[in-house]
């Protein structure tokens, strides 16, 4: 089952919860809210989505819904093959999912974006991949010192306990100490906790630097491996579970909204 989280922003405080979990599994989308979703309505005021009216209730499909497809460049576009080459993902494995997992699916017309959950890869490890976040806010030489990142270079995460935006921050790190930018905000908890474990065992490599004219959001793609715990459980507080179990039913209608 491949799994991906559904985040918010508040476009008044820039405060993110999660709030859906969009899930394939044998042929069939789901997507549920999450508990997240409470939140955010409690402290920002957020409205359900317009797809998906009702908190409390298991969307089904068996295509992609709306919401999720319409963050997808459609293959025939000339720049389809471009794209693809910046999410460095491999040929015939570029499935929707995929695709949105590693792109992040944001749009300027909105405040949602997607990210994926991790799952053990082959050798029973932690992995991820993840563009660098906040490099707007970087100085020159710092988008200097990115120009001249190559593949495979090992990067250092550094805890930000004293921002005042967010305590679980994390930037990224050269052996010579540049800051490159940060950790995307929904893996900095996790990232923390297997950092707390063995620090050792966390990895960031540069895995691909898409040079201008590539969007500035899809400048520094990184790859980062640690080990996976037998207790250990991605996105294991509140906000990620979902608000009613989506348990598959015989009797489920399928929907598209």
Same mark, same amino acid.
Not at 40 to 49: D, E, I, S, V
Not at 114 to 132: A, M, Q, S
Not at 216 to 237: G, H, I, V
């Given at each position: 089952?491949?799994?991906?989280?559904?985040?918010?922003?508040?476009?008044?405080? +820039?405060?993110?919860?999660?709030?859906?979990? *969009?899930?394939?599994?044998?042929?069939?989308?789901?997507?549920?809210?999450? #508990?997240?979703?409470?939140?955010?309505?409690?402290?920002?005021?957020?409205?359900?989505?317009?797809?998906?009216?009702? *908190?409390?209730?298991? #969307?089904?499909?068996?295509?992609?819904?709306?919401?999720?497809?319409?963050?997808?460049?459609? +293959?025939?576009?000339?720049?389809?093959? $471009?794209?693809?080459?910046?999410?460095?993902?491999?040929?015939?494995?570029? $499935?929707?999912?995929?695709?949105?997992?590693?792109?992040?699916?944001?749009?300027?017309?909105?405040?949602?974006?997607?990210?994926?959950?991790?799952?053990?890869?082959?050798?029973?490890?932690?992995?991820?991949?993840?563009?660098?976040?906040?490099?707007?806010?970087?100085?020159?030489?710092?988008?200097?010192?990115?120009?001249?990142?190559?593949?495979?270079?090992?990067?250092?995460?550094?805890?930000?306990?004293?921002?005042?935006?967010?305590? &679980?921050?994390?930037?990224?790190?050269?052996?010579?100490?540049?800051?490159?930018?940060?950790?995307? +905000?929904?893996?900095?908890? $996790?990232?923390?906790?297997?950092?707390?474990?063995?620090?050792?065992?966390?990895?960031?490599?540069?895995?691909?630097? &898409?040079?201008?004219?590539?969007?500035?959001?899809?400048?520094?793609?990184?790859?980062?491996?640690?080990?996976?715990?037998?207790?250990?459980?991605?996105?294991?507080?509140?906000? #990620?579970?979902?608000?009613?179990?989506?348990?598959?039913?015989?009797?489920?209608?399928?929907?598209?909204?």
């Amino acid at each position: 089952m491949k799994t991906l989280f559904l985040a918010w922003q508040d476009p008044i405080t +820039r405060s993110w919860f999660p709030i859906g979990r *969009l899930t394939f599994d044998q042929g069939e989308y789901r997507f549920v809210y999450t #508990y997240g979703a409470i939140e955010a309505q409690a402290k920002c005021g957020f409205q359900p989505l317009l797809s998906f009216p009702s *908190l409390n209730k298991v #969307y089904t499909s068996v295509e992609l819904f709306p919401l999720f497809s319409n963050r997808l460049i459609r +293959r025939s576009r000339p720049e389809y093959q $471009d794209f693809v080459q910046w999410l460095n993902i491999p040929q015939h494995e570029d $499935d929707p999912i995929a695709i949105l997992a590693r792109s992040g699916g944001s749009k300027v017309t909105d405040h949602l974006e997607v990210f994926p959950c991790p799952e053990p890869d082959e050798n029973g490890l932690y992995h991820i991949h993840f563009f660098v976040h906040g490099l707007r806010h970087l100085p020159h030489y710092a988008s200097e010192r990115i120009n001249h990142t190559k593949p495979g270079e090992l990067l250092w995460l550094s805890h930000e306990i004293q921002n005042p935006y967010d305590s &679980n921050a994390l930037t990224l790190n050269t052996e010579d100490h540049h800051i490159l930018g940060y950790c995307p +905000r929904y893996l900095a908890a $996790d990232a923390l906790k297997l950092l707390q474990r063995d620090p050792a065992l966390v990895h960031v490599h540069v895995e691909r630097l &898409n040079p201008a004219p590539t969007p500035l959001q899809f400048s520094l793609l990184c790859n980062m491996t640690a080990k996976w715990y037998e207790d250990f459980r991605p996105f294991s507080s509140n906000s #990620y579970q979902a608000i009613v179990m989506d348990v598959p039913s015989p009797n489920a209608t399928a929907t598209s909204n």
